[in-house]
């Protein structure tokens, strides 16, 4: 339950000020006195090893004009905890039994309200309220993703938006111009150009199995230090979310390397979440309502065969193929899709200049630093 000592803000200024790039300013981070919005100040206690990590974090977020949720004792004002709030509209609500799960736009993670929490129904309603309008939300959960707290947001007319995702409206339907059997003349066409052009074209330009574990090495080798989270580093070791920025910018490396990478994204079915055990996270596992990751044309298993193949260093440390990428997820009758390396929303989109996937993983670089800060670095020893 939330006491008064819960505080939202978008604005932070250190007093005195701090820049967070020399080390020894990050040490002595400890015993600033942070201002936030609406003039109120707050302390980083001395004593407290957290306070340089909690330091870097919130002049992160002051230069991303970000919220972030603090927890103050309130005879000290020192802050005791911090969390990193989604800001993102509520695309979904559906009833779990004794928790409400909620689905955001921006995010491929269950958020959980428990129904047994003493503020869960005043939780349920702004939620509601803000799908029924569209609005924003400023949504703060903890490390299981139980939400916490939920506000409703109107940004500044300055505040800089973060990406969300395109209003896709359905296609329409025509009926073809050709009566069958015409219609099928470029569907037989474009196989017999397969047929011709596949000895000499698609095996020669997939990858050997040694040269995709080089391209699967190279992106894995872009993982983060969960401490320092330097960018352009990509949060592996942050599973909980993102999925779609990790993969896009994948994709870009790849492009630049040579490779002609497209991506394959995977759905729930209708009550299982994915779930993988993982020992990146503090609780061993993570959830999500689909998941996306990068593919490669690979020759084999087989003289003349080839197979797409999975990248994805945040579940493996090899490519894997889409059954053995489908497996470890734990829902049987999950769907698969294969897509274009271009689209970088979920239900669709692109992101050309790769602008979007920018911001979303300096959020979620944030979100592995904060974690890390307060539980430790993954991996988890308690995690089997």
């Given at each position: 339950?939330?006491g008064?000592?819960?505080i939202?803000s978008?604005?932070?200024r250190?007093?005195?000020?701090?820049?967070?790039?020399?080390?020894?300013?990050?040490?002595?981070?400890?015993?600033?006195?942070?201002q936030l919005e609406?003039?109120?100040?707050?302390?980083l206690d001395?004593?407290?090893i957290?306070s340089?990590?909690?330091?870097?974090?919130l002049?992160q977020l002051s230069k991303?004009?970000?919220?972030v949720y603090?927890e103050v004792?309130p005879?000290?004002?020192?802050?005791?905890?911090?969390?990193?709030?989604?800001v993102?509209?509520v695309?979904?609500?559906?009833?779990g039994?004794?928790?409400?799960d909620?689905?955001?736009?921006?995010?491929?993670?269950?958020?959980?309200?428990?129904r047994e929490?003493?503020?869960?129904?005043e939780?349920?309603?702004?939620?509601?309220?803000s799908?029924?309008?569209?609005?924003?939300?400023?949504?703060?959960e903890?490390?299981a993703?139980?939400v916490?707290?939920?506000r409703?947001?109107?940004p500044?007319s300055?505040?800089?938006?973060p990406?969300f995702?395109?209003v896709l409206?359905?296609?329409?339907?025509?009926?073809?111009?050709?009566?069958w059997p015409l219609?099928?003349i470029?569907?037989?066409?474009?196989?017999?150009w397969?047929?011709?052009r596949?000895p000499?074209?698609w095996w020669?330009h997939c990858l050997?199995?040694?040269r995709?574990?080089q391209v699967f090495t190279?992106?894995?080798?872009t993982?983060?230090?969960p401490?320092?989270?330097?960018p352009p580093?990509?949060?592996?070791?942050?599973p909980?979310?993102g999925?779609?920025?990790?993969?896009?910018e994948m994709?870009?490396?790849m492009?630049?390397?040579?490779?002609?990478?497209?991506?394959?994204?995977?759905?729930?079915s209708?009550?299982?979440?994915?779930?993988v055990?993982?020992?990146n996270?503090?609780?061993c596992?993570?959830?999500?309502?689909?998941?996306?990751?990068?593919?490669?044309h690979?020759r084999?298993?087989?003289?003349w065969?080839t197979?797409?193949?999975?990248?994805?260093?945040?579940?493996?440390?090899?490519?894997v193929?889409f059954?053995?990428?489908?497996g470890?997820?734990g829902?049987?009758?999950?769907?698969?899709?294969?897509t274009?390396?271009?689209q970088?929303?979920?239900?669709?989109?692109?992101?050309p200049?790769?602008s979007?996937?920018?911001?979303?993983?300096?959020?979620?670089?944030?979100?592995l630093?904060?974690r890390?800060n307060?539980?430790?670095?993954?991996?988890?020893a308690?995690?089997?």
């Amino acid at each position: 339950m939330l006491g008064p000592n819960a505080i939202v803000s978008t604005t932070i200024r250190f007093e005195p000020p701090f820049e967070g790039a020399p080390e020894e300013q990050l040490r002595s981070a400890a015993g600033l006195s942070v201002q936030l919005e609406g003039e109120r100040r707050v302390r980083l206690d001395a004593d407290d090893i957290r306070s340089a990590g909690f330091a870097r974090v919130l002049d992160q977020l002051s230069k991303q004009q970000m919220p972030v949720y603090l927890e103050v004792d309130p005879e000290t004002d020192f802050v005791t905890r911090l969390l990193i709030p989604h800001v993102a509209r509520v695309a979904a609500i559906t009833s779990g039994g004794g928790t409400l799960d909620v689905e955001l736009d921006r995010s491929h993670a269950p958020h959980s309200v428990w129904r047994e929490d003493p503020d869960g129904a005043e939780l349920e309603r702004r939620l509601r309220e803000s799908q029924a309008v569209g609005g924003l939300v400023i949504l703060t959960e903890d490390e299981a993703h139980h939400v916490i707290d939920v506000r409703a947001f109107t940004p500044p007319s300055d505040w800089p938006m973060p990406p969300f995702p395109p209003v896709l409206f359905p296609e329409p339907t025509f009926l073809p111009r050709f009566p069958w059997p015409l219609s099928r003349i470029p569907w037989l066409l474009e196989r017999l150009w397969y047929l011709v052009r596949w000895p000499w074209w698609w095996w020669f330009h997939c990858l050997t199995p040694a040269r995709a574990q080089q391209v699967f090495t190279a992106m894995a080798g872009t993982t983060c230090n969960p401490l320092t989270v330097p960018p352009p580093c990509i949060p592996f070791l942050y599973p909980d979310d993102g999925c779609w920025a990790r993969a896009h910018e994948m994709c870009r490396l790849m492009i630049n390397m040579g490779h002609s990478p497209r991506k394959v994204w995977i759905d729930h079915s209708n009550g299982l979440w994915l779930q993988v055990k993982t020992k990146n996270n503090p609780n061993c596992y993570v959830e999500w309502g689909w998941h996306v990751a990068p593919t490669l044309h690979v020759r084999g298993p087989n003289f003349w065969q080839t197979q797409r193949m999975v990248i994805d260093p945040s579940l493996f440390t090899t490519p894997v193929s889409f059954a053995t990428w489908k497996g470890v997820q734990g829902d049987p009758a999950a769907t698969l899709t294969d897509t274009v390396a271009d689209q970088f929303w979920h239900g669709g989109g692109t992101d050309p200049t790769y602008s979007a996937s920018n911001q979303i993983l300096a959020q979620y670089r944030l979100a592995l630093q904060n974690r890390s800060n307060q539980f430790g670095p993954p991996p988890y020893a308690n995690c089997p």
